[in-house]
């Protein structure tokens, strides 16, 4: 009991300490970079990668890579191109 109030008290001073949020839809952050990242790539937009294998598809190309890697096994010489 005592362990579950100690990771509550810990959420709630994590929360506290975040600082950057934004304005549409209230997600919050502790760097105005991230902030500004949320914004440009997340917030609002559609996503822009799509996955030529499957359906998924993904706002940030990190996210894309990574799925690529480790779903599709594909690395960088191995992805088709899109056109």
Known sequence: MELAWRSR???LTV???EK???SSC??????KSA???HLNHECGKQPQFLCPFCDY???TKSNFNRHLRTQHLV???DRPTQE
């Open 57 to 59: 598809r993904f706002k």
């Open 26 to 31: 209230h997600r919050s952050y502790k760097r």
């Open 9 to 11: 008290q810990r959420f």
């Open 35 to 37: 902030l500004t990242s």
């Open 75 to 77: 690395t960088a010489c």
């Open 20 to 22: 950057y949020v934004c």
């Open 15 to 17: 929360a506290r300490c």
